[in-house]
């Protein structure tokens, strides 16, 4: 078989491979969805938080989505009837950038005052940022593998007011199960320092 044919053959399969890996994480998704709920949370969009770009080949394919939650029993802002004002939980599934794709479990603290509407699918950059983005943030990751991620002064209007955000890291293959999903991410979250 000539090199030729071996290489289309690889581009064919690595899209197939790609193709059914969407479809698991969308099937990820509802369940978490699905679980959430029972574990307290509401979803705070719908879809997924992404980047995608047309001009950037590397925005071309999706690598990181970001799911919101809140605790359903927090209080209702007055401000955003569809916002609570307790914590902000995201769950960003990290297809590339490390060794092997990751879920980050963040707990998010936000000055919920400077908020002005809901979190959009292209917001994802604003959710990104704390453990992204160093020239707006200093990270530190203490014994344990908590990171912890801090806003500089200039990064608090920028990123809707950001205070603070926490993260654990889980392997994306470790969760093979609805169980799973209830322990090793809706409960580790809960269990995030604040």
């Known amino acids: ?3 030729t044919i071996n290489r289309g053959e690889n581009i064919t399969t690595a899209i197939e491979i790609i193709k059914e890996t969407y479809a698991n994480l969308e099937v990820l998704f509802a369940e978490m969805d699905r679980i959430g709920e029972e574990e307290g949370y509401i979803t705070l969009t719908p879809r997924f938080l992404r980047w995608k770009s047309d001009t ?3 925005g071309w394919m999706i690598t990181n989505f ?3 939650y809140q605790v359903e ?3 209702v802002s007055e401000m955003i009837p569809d916002l609570r004002v307790g914590s902000l939980f995201g769950i960003e599934v990290i297809l590339q950038d490390q060794e092997y794709p990751v879920i980050s479990l963040i707990r998010y603290t936000f000055d919920y005052s400077v908020w002005i509407r809901m979190p959009a699918v292209s917001d994802f950059w604003v ?4 453990f992204g983005d160093n020239d707006f943030f200093e990270q530190t990751q203490d014994d344990l593998s908590v990171w912890t991620s801090i806003p500089l ?3 608090k209007k920028r990123y809707w007011g950001i205070q603070r955000a926490v993260a654990i890291d889980i392997q994306l293959i470790d969760i093979t199960s609805p169980e ?4 090793e991410i809706f409960q580790k979250l809960m269990s995030l320092p604040e």
């Open 180 to 183: 799973l999903i209830r322990t």
């Open 66 to 68: 970001i799911k919101l």
């Open 153 to 155: 002064e200039k990064a």
């Open 127 to 130: 959710f990104a940022a704390p």
């Open 73 to 75: 029993n927090d209080s």
């Open 1 to 3: 078989m000539s090199v």
């Open 56 to 58: 950037d080949s590397n």
